[in-house]
């Protein structure tokens, strides 16, 4: 607190490689309105570590709608931090 100034220190210490390296395998690089289900977004697959529930279980993606007709959730990245971040990490070398 000594500085005046915010800086973005979540990401830094809480983004394991593996999934870093799961994203980028799989091509993935823009979850801002992502829909997943009731169904899906409670489930966990071992087979499937780089799913959407894994990065909403982990932090990574946050609810930012839910449609009771549909019972469909919108998520997306929790805040600005996180969603520079990971564009970040993913987009570079």
Do not use: C, H
Request: glycine residues 6%.
């Amino acid at each position: 607190m000594a500085e005046p100034m915010f800086r973005n220190y979540w990401f830094a210490t809480g983004s394991p490689s593996f999934l870093v390296r799961g994203i980028r395998a799989r091509g993935e690089f823009d979850f801002e309105n992502v829909s997943s289900s009731e169904n899906q977004l409670g489930s966990f697959d071992p087979a499937n570590m780089l799913s959407v529930p894994l990065l909403f279980q982990t932090g990574y993606l946050t609810i930012k709608s839910y449609s009771p007709v549909t019972r469909t959730y919108q998520l997306g990245y929790p805040n600005q931090e996180v969603k520079d971040r990971l564009r970040d990490i993913l987009l570079s070398d």
